[in-house]
């Protein structure tokens, strides 16, 4: 199998916001004008996703929303394709229903558990900056419950130390799951130590903008935590184990001087090909424009996390 190399400059200098939306307006005018073009699978329209209710789960940082189509149409999920518009063109064809998760490893209460049961657990929507790790940004309204919830009912021994995470693996429709050229090996792999997964920022998420979540972005359930860069939000998860051992990462196994195993959102510590001083926040800088701002620690959530990296040098542990 041949190995994807990662881009030399990061995504969002290859195709830049402005650009990116530029190209979907040519194209919807291309559209409008009756011009032949290819159909792709697309994803799921906002206007095509069932509502689901959720009390307010007491997270907002107080910043402007990313438009939702923005959300919903400039993301990465590589189970789809590399390109940022590739999750919501070429996903129409994955099936998330049926779903469940299992649950293993050490624990005394190993097993499935499926999706209408987490729907049933008392779902929060909560609002959290996300920070791409290629310096980009946006601001989301998630709904979901914490992972602690899912975690109690598999009743982690006291031998657990870190918790492994699993994505789905359906060539058939996640085309980016086939084919000669390969982005990374298969299944995508995370992992959180346990008191990061215990959390009470730490959530699981079915939905966002008050409806369920569309196959671009995870569907039916994904991981979101909030103080790390957004590529440890593993998406379309199908398996969670409990470890004592730190379990191996996707992008940590690809390019181990690059993405550590923590990935904590850190101003202090550059990629080693881009500064992560900075982002540009997506959705707020209009059509030609870009939204710079100064990156925070923890991406802003360090009252609530810092302490858990006491005594470590984040630097090492990056």
């Not at 009912?153 to 006291?158: D, I, V």
């Amino acid at each position: 199998m041949r190995r994807y190399r990662p881009p030399q400059i990061p995504a969002s200098e290859i195709t830049s916001e402005s650009a990116y939306f530029g190209r979907r307006d040519i194209l919807r005018m291309a559209a409008a004008g009756g011009l032949a073009m290819a159909t792709p699978s697309l994803g799921f329209a906002a206007s095509e996703l069932a509502a689901l209710e959720a009390k307010p789960g007491g997270y907002d940082p107080g910043e402007d929303l990313t438009p939702e189509e923005s959300v919903t149409t400039y993301n990465n999920f590589y189970e789809f394709g590399t390109g940022k518009g590739d999750p919501a063109a070429r996903s129409g064809d994955f099936n998330p229903r049926p779903w469940s998760i299992m649950i293993d490893g050490l624990v005394n209460n190993p097993g499935e558990v499926g999706l209408e049961e987490m729907l049933a657990f008392e779902l929060e929507e909560r609002t959290y900056r996300m920070r791409c790790v290629e310096a980009w940004s946006m601001v989301i309204p998630w709904i979901g419950f914490p992972l602690s919830t899912l975690l109690a009912r598999a009743e982690p021994l006291g031998s657990a130390k870190y918790v492994a995470f699993e994505t789905i693996v359906r060539a058939q429709e996640m085309p980016g799951q086939r084919g000669p050229f390969q982005p990374l090996p298969w299944p995508y792999v995370e992992g959180l130590r346990l008191d990061e997964a215990m959390h009470p920022l730490t959530i699981m998420s079915v939905g966002l903008y008050g409806k369920v979540l569309p196959n671009q972005n995870g569907a039916p359930v994904r991981l979101v935590v909030p103080w790390k860069y957004g590529f440890k939000g593993i998406k379309s998860v199908v398996r969670i184990t409990l470890t004592e051992e730190e379990p191996p990462t996707s992008w940590n196994l690809q390019a181990p001087n690059e993405y550590g195993f923590y990935a904590n959102v850190n101003p202090e510590v550059d990629h080693p090909r881009w500064s992560q001083a900075s982002e540009n926040r997506i959705g707020g800088g209009g059509f030609f424009g870009s939204n710079q701002r100064p990156t925070l620690m923890f991406n802003g959530y360090g009252d609530e996390v810092a302490s858990l990296y006491g005594g470590m040098d984040l630097k090492v542990k990056f």
